[in-house]
């Protein structure tokens, strides 16, 4: 199979994979509109009857759609990385990506399906049921935005003007990281930059379709958290890289926490200069 055909492949699947994101944004708004509780992961993040109701619909359709390629959820089994390292391709999720925004009900949250391929995102469905917004991309294809029953856009990142720098921030996560990392553009560069702050995988959606030019993400996230944004903002001609400036790979580590990223629109600055 020749590369161009592989690339074919991963896009035959974007129509079935968007339609299952919607069910999931559809379960777990049964669960919004209620007075549901709230339970604490062991890790003391927050889980509502929504991330599993999603969760499920995804894995019960994924299984349907492509029985032969191994599904890992944020709300699976822990799998251990000796099994999880013999993969080639997996489907990585994150059923509700913004509890804390769930929970706030500010509608500030995400279904995320990724598909990997040799530790890269090669499909990726990023979709926002309150508002109804859907991301979508598949390695080769471009990157698109979809509001409602409008037609699909395609989005691509802007260019850096560094005398207007916009950094798009965790509405859920500032620190005096950011904090710190603000300043020093502020200082370095002689300008204010502007802040967006919003949740769940939509800030590197923001840049994906040149509203940021960046979201620095200076605290821990797992590798489900940016899959699914990570191929559309790659398809919009930007990335995610680590400190050293490296793309973040999928499935590499036996940990499936990220290192410290920059999600950014294409330029060569170092954005790890500000830190």
């Not at 009900?105 to 979709?127: C, H, K, P």
């Not at 003007?161 to 005096?176: C, M, N």
Request: negative net charge; glycine residues 6%; contains cysteine.
């Amino acid at each position: 199979m020749d590369n161009q055909d592989c690339h074919q492949n991963y896009n035959q699947y974007v129509n079935q994979v968007i339609e299952i994101a919607k069910a999931a944004g559809a379960a777990i708004m049964q669960v919004y509109s209620t007075d549901f509780d709230v339970e604490k992961k062991d890790d003391n993040s927050p889980l509502t009857q929504a991330d599993l109701a999603a969760h499920h619909v995804i894995v019960n359709a994924l299984t349907k759609l492509t029985p032969n390629i191994p599904i890992l959820s944020e709300e699976s089994v822990a799998l251990d990385y000796d099994i999880r390292k013999e993969w080639s391709q997996y489907w990585l999720i994150d059923p509700l990506d913004g509890t804390r925004e769930f929970v706030k009900r500010n509608g500030e949250f995400t279904v995320n399906i990724a598909l990997i391929d040799g530790q890269q995102s090669v499909l990726g469905v990023v979709y926002a049921p309150v508002t109804d917004v859907l991301y979508f991309a598949s390695t080769t294809h471009g990157a698109y935005k979809q509001i409602a029953g409008n037609e699909a856009v395609k989005i691509h990142t802007k260019l850096l003007d560094l005398k207007q720098p916009v950094i798009a921030g965790s509405r859920s996560h500032t620190d005096e990281k950011m904090q710190i990392f603000m300043r020093n553009i502020e200082h370095q560069l002689g300008v204010k930059p502007e802040l967006i702050s919003m949740g769940s995988s939509l800030k590197i959606c923001l840049v994906a379709e040149g509203v940021a030019d960046v979201y620095p993400r200076l605290g821990p996230t797992s590798e489900w958290d940016t899959a699914a944004a990570h191929c559309v903002l790659s398809e919009a001609g930007g990335d995610i890289v680590d400190e050293a400036g490296l793309t973040l790979r999928y499935n590499s580590k036996r940990s499936l926490l990220n290192p410290y990223f920059f999600a950014k629109s294409a330029g060569e600055i170092n954005w790890a200069n500000y830190l």
